[in-house]
C-alpha cells in the first residue's frame, strides 16, 4: 500500500483492554493491532474512538492536543511501566464527533488537520534537487507557450511520479492484524532505514524501427529530471543503473527497481558505514512485482545488491507481538547494531506488509 493512502488517524473500535500490573489509573488498549495506553475510564471494549498512528503530526492549534503536545508535537512510540503503547486515542466526543455518522475506518486525517512526519522529505529539501526537465530545443522556440506546453511536462509531471510505478512503502502489520491468517510460507527480508530511490527504463521503437530507450530516477517523493550531486544520481553512477536496467529489461516495454541508499549523511547513517550503498527491495516488470527470491537472483546476477533474506519459508505468528518480537533483532548490514525490522512477503510478491520494531523505534526517537 502505497504511503499517501495511510490512515494517519482514523475512526476504529476498542478491541480490548488489559490492566497494567501496578497502575491505577491507565489500562491498554488494544485498536487494531496497536497497543495504546489510554486512561482507565476512557473506554469501553466495543467504543468507537479516533485513533491517531505513530509518525502523525498534530496541529498546533488545536487545544484538544495541548496535552499530548507536552510530550512531543509528533507521536512517537513510547514506554510505559514496561509496555510499548503507539499512537494515541481520543473519544469521539472530544472533537465533537457524533458516533452515528462515522463508520468504522473513516478517515479522519485531514478534519483533524494531521500531518505526516516525513524526514526523507526533509532531506530532499537540504539536497537540492533538480526536478526540472532539460530543456532541449531552441531558445526561440521556448518563447512561446504554445510549444512549451507541447514539448514540456506540467508542474505536476515535473514532480511526479512515471505511472508505471508509485511511491515506495509498506504498511504495518499492525493496521490489518488479520493478515496473520495467512498461513502459507512467506519470504522475509530485513527493512533498510535510509532513503527511498526508484529507477526506470522505458524501451520504444523510433519511426526507423531502432529501440529508444528512456531513464528515469526518482527519489522517495520526487522525480530528478537532471544528474546533480545527490546521493541518487551517486548510485545511478556508481551503480551504473541505466545501463545495468537495459540488460534486465529483456522483451519487456519497461523495467523498475526500487531500493534503499543507506550510509553516511542518510537518516543519521544507524548502520555506522564510511560509503553510501544501494539494496534493492523491489523489482517491478510490466506483469507486476516479482517475488523476493526471484527478483534477489535477477539483480545480483547483473551486480545489484539485493535487501538481505533472512528466511524463505517463514509461517507467520498468530499475533502481533509476536511478530514485532521477531522483528526485533541485529542487522545482517552491521551485526553490532539493531535493525530496524522486517519486510515480509508472498512468495508472487503480492501480498507484503512490513513489521517495525518498537525497540528500535523508542532507541532511535521515531
Not at 496497536?34 to 486512561?39: C, M, Q, R
Not at 537518516?267 to 534493492?280: A, C, D, F, T
Request: glycine share 6%; aromatic share 10%; hydrophobic share 35%.
Amino acid at each position: 500500500m502505497a504511503d499517501e493512502f495511510r490512515k494517519l488517524a482514523s475512526i476504529q473500535i476498542i478491541n480490548n483492554i488489559e490492566p497494567i500490573e501496578g497502575k491505577d489509573r491507565i489500562v491498554l488498549a488494544h485498536i487494531l493491532g496497536w497497543n495504546v495506553i489510554v486512561g482507565k475510564d476512557d473506554f469501553k471494549v466495543g467504543d468507537k474512538c479516533v485513533y491517531i498512528e505513530v509518525d502523525s503530526v498534530l496541529d498546533p492549534n488545536n487545544p484538544v492536543f495541548e496535552q499530548a503536545r507536552k510530550r512531543s508535537n509528533r507521536i512517537k512510540t513510547i514506554k510505559m511501566a514496561g509496555i510499548y503503547s503507539q499512537g494515541i486515542a481520543y473519544p469521539l466526543s472530544a472533537f465533537n464527533m457524533n458516533p452515528d455518522k462515522y463508520s468504522v475506518g473513516d478517515d479522519v486525517t485531514d478534519i483533524l488537520k494531521i500531518k505526516k512526519y516525513d524526514p526523507q522529505t526533509e532531506e530532499e529539501e537540504k539536497l537540492n534537487i533538480s526536478t526540472k526537465p532539460v530543456k532541449k530545443y531552441p531558445q526561440f522556440l521556448m518563447r512561446w507557450s504554445w510549444f512549451r506546453k507541447l514539448v514540456l511536462p506540467s508542474k505536476r509531471q515535473q514532480k511526479g511520479f512515471p505511472m508505471q510505478i508509485s511511491k515506495t512503502d509498506e504498511i504495518r502489520c499492525q493496521v490489518i492484524p488479520n493478515i496473520l491468517q495467512y498461513k502459507e510460507p512467506m519470504v522475509v527480508t530485513e527493512k533498510i532505514n535510509g532513503s527511498s530511490l526508484s529507477a526506470l527504463l522505458i524501451k520504444t521503437k523510433t519511426w526507423f524501427g531502432k529501440t529508444k530507450y528512456e531513464f528515469i530516477l526518482c527519489s522517495r517523493n520526487l522525480r530528478l529530471w537532471t544528474p546533480d550531486g545527490s546521493y541518487y544520481w551517486e548510485m545511478a553512477k556508481k551503480y551504473n543503473l541505466e545501463e545495468k536496467l537495459k540488460e534486465m529489461i529483456g522483451n519487456n516495454e519497461w523495467v523498475a527497481i526500487q531500493g534503499e541508499v543507506y550510509g553516511p549523511s542518510i537518516q543519521k547513517n544507524p548502520y555506522k558505514l564510511n560509503s553510501r550503498e544501494l539494496r534493492v527491495f523491489n523489482l517491478i516488470y510490466p506483469s507486476g512485482r516479482l517475488g523476493s527470491i526471484e527478483a534477489k537472483e535477477i539483480c545480483e546476477k547483473y551486480g545489484l545488491m539485493f535487501v538481505p533474506i533472512l528466511d524463505e519459508n517463514f509461517v507467520l505468528p498468530d499475533t502481533v507481538e509476536e511478530m514485532l518480537k521477531y522483528a526485533t533483532s541485529k542487522s545482517v548490514i552491521n551485526p553490532n547494531v539493531m535493525r530496524e525490522g522486517v519486510v515480509v512477503r508472498s512468495k508472487d510478491g503480492k501480498r507484503s506488509f512490513k513489521a517495525v520494531s518498537p525497540e528500535y523505534l523508542l532507541k532511535y526517537e521515531e
